[in-house]
């Protein structure tokens, strides 16, 4: 079936380093893909997003990377800091008239310091 | 601007009862989604709406349900609920229809059956 996926469910990674989150998916129609952040008892918080006509997009401190080819998306957060520790899911979004998010399981990001 | 509102933060039922959430929406969205998270089962569409429509519907009982009214606020109903309907009850908003239009979350509602 049709799936969106994270690699890792955990991540630890030392303050001031960059982090890489990985996210992958299944269906080819899938074209436009947001990251969002979560915390602990908040909802997720919109963090970047991109099309699929694109390959690269950068925010502030953030880029994500979309490789349709192995149908594989990225999220990288540079220069790490004790507030980037949350869970972090990709979601993908189809042009199909179904406007429905479809998430990933989520990556827990925990920076140390 | 204010960000999606969602009432009540917290509450808890007993199995059988019924509950109504709520959610009001960024000024000026008028596209509504309801979310259910769960730990076992992650962040599952419940449904969308625009315009007082419902235009989508995810993979949930009957005894899920919701309304938007004129001013786009919108509310969601769980009915004879279930031990298993415990959960973070998420709303988004978004500006309208139409994919690729930035999808803004709210804090949730906690909903604790027992």
């Known amino acids: 079936g049709e799936s969106v996926g994270l690699h890792l469910p955990t991540l630890s990674v030392q303050e001031g380093d960059n982090s890489i989150i990985n996210c992958a998916y299944s269906n080819s129609a899938s074209d436009y893909f947001i990251w969002y952040k979560q915390e602990s008892g908040k909802g997720p918080q919109f963090i970047i997003d991109i099309r699929s006509n694109m390959d690269k997009r950068q925010g502030q401190r953030v880029t994500v990377l979309l490789n349709k080819t192995v149908k594989h998306l990225s999220l990288q957060i540079a220069a790490t800091q004790p507030g980037d520790s949350a869970v972090y899911f990709c979601a993908e979004n189809r042009r199909e008239g179904n406007e429905k998010l479809t998430f990933g399981t989520g990556t827990r990001l925990t920076i140390i310091p | 601007k204010a960000g999606v509102t969602q009432t009540p933060r917290y509450l808890i039922k007993t199995r059988g009862q019924q509950v109504t959430l709520s959610c009001s929406p960024i000024?000026?969205?008028?596209?509504v989604s309801w979310y259910q998270q769960t730990p076992g089962q992650g962040l599952q569409f419940l449904f969308e709406y625009f315009s007082e429509t419902q235009r989508n519907k995810g993979n949930f009982p009957g005894r899920f349900s919701g309304r938007q009214f004129s001013n786009s606020r919108s509310e969601m109903n769980v009915s004879t609920l279930e031990l298993g309907d415990s959960a973070l009850y998420l709303c988004a908003s978004k500006i309208g229809t139409g994919y690729g239009n930035t999808i803004y979350f709210g804090e949730g509602s906690w909903l604790t059956v027992v």
């Open positions: 000024s000026g969205h008028r596209s």
